[in-house]
């Protein structure tokens, strides 16, 4: 009975859902469901009762529910004081998508001349999650994009970014200086995974819910949907485009900000040390 299988559990038992228990912990579904069954072979007990709606937990995965919390607490705990013992601090920090190139490489330089013998490890969530990993508990601190639900998140502005519309070359619109929402109604737009941060999806669709629409999970999805098939799709002004697209400013809607986040609730020097060090990039 290892962690990460009970990390599976717990989402799972908190989801209610195998398919949105997959997307927070963003897999899909076959391994997480070969997972569970594998943990009710190990136990001997029946952990869920399947419904057509879901999931259940049974009496003895209460049991288990009960039990599991407090002891991924203390597993955490004892990486890291095993890990500050031997002198190399753990930190988990999430990107989303191309966030992380954003801030560029003195954000790196910067974090390891002050902390030296910190172990740094990177999640890169995709679409699907704009806090990357850190609703999950994946990840200490992250960068990423606004706008998302951020109850119980604390972010701190590092860049101000006005949003475009990412089109071919040979699109009508692409050599305007400008397009508005009424410009582009009729388009085919790109699809968030189901399950995403309303705020979120609402902000980077630029259509109606089509259930037709193509789902994207990462940028380069998005930007070959683009190029390929002519779908529309919005992203950050100075997004990297490869050839043959073009990005035109969106001017009826805000800009996204560039933010470093982290949980409310955190208590580490080292988050509070990432987050000094990503304001001081900026201002520089």
Known sequence: MDLRSLRYFVAVAEECHIGRAANRLHMTQPPLSRAIRQLEDELGALLFER????????????????????????????????????????????????????????????????????????????????????????VDVAITRTPFDDTGVSTRVLRSVPVGVVMRDDDPFAGHASVSSTDLSGRRWVRLPDGADPAWTAYWTGGGDDDGSPVMRTIQECLQAVLWNGTSALAPIDQPLPAGLVVVPLNDRPPSDLVVAWPRTASSPLVRGFVQVAENCRRT
């Open 51 to 138: 419904t057509p709606k879901g999931v259940t937990l049974t009496p003895a995965g209460k049991v288990l529910y009960e039990e599991t919390g407090p002891l991924l607490g203390r597993a955490d705990r004892i990486r890291r004081r095993v890990a500050a013992a031997a002198g190399t601090a753990p930190l988990a920090v999430g990107t989303l998508a191309d966030a992380a190139q954003q801030v560029g490489g003195r954000l790196v330089s910067l974090f390891r001349a002050r902390h030296p013998h910190v172990h740094v490890t990177l999640h890169e969530a995709d679409l699907g999650d704009p806090t990357a990993g850190l609703r999950a508990g994946l």
